[in-house]
């Protein structure tokens, strides 16, 4: 079972080459393959594949709204179409696991990308204070999108809707332009209520045709969905489970579970619109601070040290710091989690004179994804980060940089402690970056100051045979 | 690759998988790291001077930004006293972001794109003097404004800076490579800048620890005297007439909100691929295999078709001279009409058997690559929209007809398309006059390895 979950990283790579290197074919895949969110200890009953292709779109268009706050938010002359294009490709995973007797069915739809015209895009309009009209342009890739369904017990319903893993709606509306929160919109994104026999069978198009409305935080419109799938045929996969007498190397695991005690601290970008650039998104002369104060305490981090079972139980506790000596050879540690989303993104921005409505918003960061590494006799913590498939943890309401620009491709923030730290039930990690960034219009600075706490919840190990 | 695997083992020779790996093989590889930041921005806008008003595009403005990979991992092995660069691997995505505005009549209209930058990622070449230039952007679909009014990927050939690199200060203690600045551009009816933030660091080169290049023989002379295969041909070879025709494809904007990204909504218009060549050649060689199963099995392992008799075919086509040129003629929004037309590539020509037929497909490149960049400076569907994952056209010679003197193929194609915000149908037609030059006959004795 651990064995799951240290491949559960590796889970969509392999669900792709399954797909690609057998579905496609109309054969089975030989290879290993693993529930998508089955929990360690699931019994794999059922894995199928298949492939989709989508088509049309999911649109935005929302205006300023007085009744929910626009004067306040600054976006009374806002208007704006937001569209997210899925890539020209995707898969289905379809899964069937038994937990301690209960049954649980799961459906997985994720869209290849970036592909032709994928991604998500702003043509957002702006009423300025001397009558004109100002236009954001933007685009953004790759624009993740994912629908799941959860079917508990023996039920052949499923309603796949736009969602994630961490409960989050799994769709991307990040630009540079203003715009509603996903928040705002999650209770109107599309969904499709179908059979698990017929996706089964594959060979069938779901319709996630939609128009909804939504009113939130200033900003009201619709949501229209255009979205179809059109599914192949379904192929029965390996779900890479074997029997306690199957062949293979004998392997011992060594697992270190972490409870969230809090995450506290702050992190400001300063925005300065400039730049050749600016003129396209609207974004000349904006300036003042997006600041994250992701906050929690709740979310469970692990750190997994894998080797060879001759390798003693001592020798891996060693490896992640619960005991002193050097880290073996042959031992590999690999670490992580997910912090569930709390505690506020604020924006405050505002236009030089004579631009008299700043715009200012408050919402929840996303999840953030933390990497544990251990190198050279430390620990390191790198906290969320632009590119880190969750989303975007500087996004608002208001204009502004997205945390690619800001970030590139490195962490919210960094930190590490000593391997020896990890021997006390509470580890600290102050976590912490500050760096200058200037693209795609803007420019400014960003400081990070935060605080992880994590409190050791348990310690487990396991020997086990497998590939 | 498997008419390139007959083609060494009918040789008998030794292929290598690089020329740079066998010559210096036995040398270690070693690293060096990439990092980079800043972007480069193009801007463009409608200029009457360079004719925009002639082709309805002097109230569009646009932008593209292009931010490169931050890291990425080069390679290098030893070549005398300089360094060959073998390899590179990316860290993070290249992004670029098209944004184009359109006022005037039918606007204001504003189209934006993320471009597909998968295969884009920085490269390192020889240059003159035992020097290396790097370049921060190395892409199949070259940059372009998408399916936006903008310069045309091959406006935007050179856009990206590029730098010497000294393989001597890099092996002492890397480089810092300043790629900023500003110039002028000029791309079709637009004027506009080129700005550059960029900045590039090389990190010193470090010893891999994974050591050197491996030689990876493909086919090599047979060990013990290896496999015979005995095989009877009969060639006939045909010379292609100039050949011109088109592909044509009405389009219009996609119902709404598939449109609203690409200011593609009320937008009519129409694009028409047009091949000129000045003709190919088709070799259709007819073959037999002697012997029994193991020497059909054998043969069809080389690429022959053979069926049970032993009797098989292998073709092969190829166009030479001349462009497939793209026109175009749309009006964004219902508004003023753009017309422009732009040269492009010749498309392949691939021949293939199947079902006693010899099938060719014109530009089965494009149904891998996603189209490419061939696209004019008026907003529009790009061809990998227009085609989606089929070929530009194809068509079929009977098998039982090869020998003829004269023959006519038709390569036709005709479909519905809807992607990248445009709707429309396609239809070509282009007509392959083949006339026969050669016949051959042998027998010849293969050694298989």
Redesign the interface.
Same mark, same amino acid.
């Given at each position: 079972m651990r064995r799951a979950r240290r491949d559960a990283a590796c889970a969509l790579t392999v669900v792709a080459l399954a797909i690609t290197a057998g579905a496609a074919h109309g054969q089975s895949s030989s290879g290993g393959f693993i529930v998508i969110g089955a929990p360690g200890d699931a019994r794999v009953l059922e894995q199928r594949a298949l492939t989709v292709t989508p088509?049309?779109?999911?649109?935005v /268009?929302f205006h300023g709204d007085d009744p929910t706050g626009c004067r306040a938010a600054g976006s009374c002359g806002v208007s704006g179409?937001v569209?997210w294009?899925p890539g020209?490709s995707g898969f289905v995973s379809l899964a069937r696991y038994r937990v301690r007797g209960k049954t649980t069915s799961e459906v997985s739809v994720l869209f290849a990308g970036?592909?032709? &015209?994928?991604?998500?895009?702003?043509?957002v309009r702006r009423r300025a204070p001397d009558g004109t009209?100002q236009?954001c342009?933007?685009?953004? +890739?790759?624009?993740y999108g994912s629908l799941a369904a959860t079917i508990h017990g023996d039920g052949d319903r499923a309603r796949i809707r736009f969602t994630t893993g961490d409960g989050t709606p799994g769709l991307d509306l990040t630009t540079r332009c203003a715009g509603p929160a996903l928040a705002d919109v999650a209770g109107v994104l599309p969904s499709v209520t179908t059979s698990l026999r017929a996706l089964r069978r594959g060979r069938l198009t779901l319709s996630l045709a939609s128009d909804r409305s939504f009113a939130a935080h200033g900003l009201a419109g619709t949501v229209?969905s255009?979205l179809s799938l059109r599914l192949g045929r379904s192929a029965a996969v390996s779900t890479g489970q074997r029997s306690p007498s199957s062949a293979g190397a004998r392997h011992r695991s060594l697992q270190v579970d972490f409870d969230v005690a809090r995450l506290e601290g702050a992190a400001t970008a300063t925005v300065g619109g400039t730049?050749?650039?600016c /003129?396209?998104?609207d974004a000349c002369g904006l300036t003042g601070t997006v600041t994250a104060r992701p906050s929690a305490t709740h979310g469970r981090l692990e750190l997994l040290a894998l080797a060879p079972a001759r390798v003693s139980g001592a020798r891996l506790r060693a490896a992640v710091g619960l005991r002193p000596g050097a880290r073996p050879r042959g031992v590999e540690v690999v670490g992580g989690g997910i912090i569930p989303r709390g505690g506020s993104v604020t924006a405050a921005l505002s236009r030089p004179p004579p631009d008299d409505a700043p715009c200012s918003d408050d919402t929840v960061p996303a999840a953030a994804f933390v990497s544990l590494v251990v190198t050279g006799g430390r620990l390191r913590v790198d906290l969320g980060g632009g590119?880190d498939g969750l989303a975007d943890p500087l996004r608002t309401r208001c204009p502004g940089p997205t945390s690619?620009d800001v970030l590139?491709? +490195?962490p919210l923030a960094s930190g590490s402690v000593p391997l020896s730290a990890l021997r006390h039930a509470t580890v600290t990690v102050d976590l912490a970056r500050s760096a200058a960034y200037?693209? &795609?219009?803007y420019r400014g600075d960003f400081h990070a100051a935060l605080r992880l706490v994590l409190r050791r919840r348990s310690v487990t190990e396991h020997v086990y045979r497998g590939g | 690759m498997r008419r390139l695997l007959a083609l060494s083992v009918a040789c008998g020779g030794i292929a290598w998988a690089s020329a740079a790996a066998s010559a210096a093989a036995a040398h270690p590889m070693l690293e060096s790291t990439l990092r980079t @930041? %800043?972007?480069v921005?193009v801007?463009w806008h409608g200029d009457t001077a360079r004719g925009c008003a002639a082709m309805g595009l002097c109230d569009v =403005?646009?932008?593209l930004?292009f931010?490169p990979a931050?890291?990425a991992s080069f390679d290098f092995q030893r070549a005398g006293a300089g360094l060959s660069p073998v390899g590179s691997s990316g =860290?993070?995505?290249a %992004?670029a972001?098209? *944004?184009? *505005?359109r006022d005037g009549a039918g606007g204001?209209? @504003?189209? =934006?794109?993320?471009?597909?930058l998968?295969d884009a990622g920085p490269e390192l070449f020889p240059a003159a003097g035992g020097a290396l230039q790097l370049s921060l952007g190395g892409f199949q679909r070259g940059l372009s404004s998408g399916?936006c009014a903008g310069p045309t990927a091959a406006d935007l050939a050179d856009v990206l800076p590029v730098a010497p690199v000294d393989a001597a200060r890099l092996l002492a203690r890397g480089a810092r490579l300043d790629l900023s600045g500003r110039r002028p551009l000029v791309a079709g009816p637009f004027s506009g800048?080129v700005?550059s =933030?960029l900045v590039a660091v090389l990190s010193p080169l470090r010893r891999r620890g994974s050591g050197g290049v491996r030689r990876i023989r493909v086919s090599q002379r047979p060990r013990n005297g290896g496999r015979r295969l005995r095989v009877a041909t009969r060639s006939v070879t045909y010379r292609i007439l100039p050949v011109s025709g088109t592909s044509t494809s009405p389009f219009a904007g996609a119902?709404?909100? %598939?449109c609203?990204?690409?200011?593609a909504c009320a937008t009519t218009g129409t694009t028409t691929y047009a091949l000129r060549s000045t003709g190919g050649t088709l070799v259709v060689t007819r073959v037999h295999v002697f012997g029994g199963a193991a020497a059909r099995r054998l043969a069809r392992r080389l690429g022959m078709s053979v069926s049970a008799d032993g009797a098989g075919a292998a073709v092969f086509a190829t166009l030479r001279g001349g462009t497939l040129g793209v026109s175009e003629s749309v009006r964004p929004g219902g508004g003023t009409e753009c017309r422009d037309d732009a040269p492009g590539e010749l498309p392949s020509l691939d021949a293939a058997l199947a079902g006693g037929e010899v099938r060719l497909t014109l530009g089965e490149y494009y149904a891998q690559s996603?189209g490419g960049p061939l696209r004019t400076h008026c907003p529009g569907p790009?061809l990998?929209?227009v085609l989606g994952d089929a070929p530009l056209a194809s068509g079929a010679l009977s098998l039982r007809s090869v020998g003829g003197r004269s023959l006519v193929v038709g390569l036709r194609d005709s479909a519905r398309f @809807?992607?990248? %915000?445009y709707t429309g149908t396609r239809s070509a037609s282009f007509d392959l006059r083949l006339r026969r030059t050669r016949v051959s006959h042998s027998t010849r004795t293969l050694v298989v390895g």
């Open positions: 088509s049309g779109a999911v649109a /268009s179409t569209v294009t020209s970036p592909g032709r &015209g994928a991604g998500v895009t702003a043509a009209t236009s342009a933007d685009a953004y +890739a790759p624009g229209v255009t730049g050749p650039g /003129s396209l998104l590119q690619a590139g491709a +490195a200037a693209t &795609g219009g | @930041s %800043g972007d921005t801007t =403005s646009g932008a930004t931010v931050p890291t =860290s993070g995505f %992004g972001v098209v *944004r184009v *505005r204001p209209g @504003s189209c =934006s794109e993320a471009l597909d998968e399916r800048e700005v =933030s119902p709404a909100p %598939g609203e990204p690409f200011d996603g790009e990998g929209d @809807s992607a990248g %915000g």
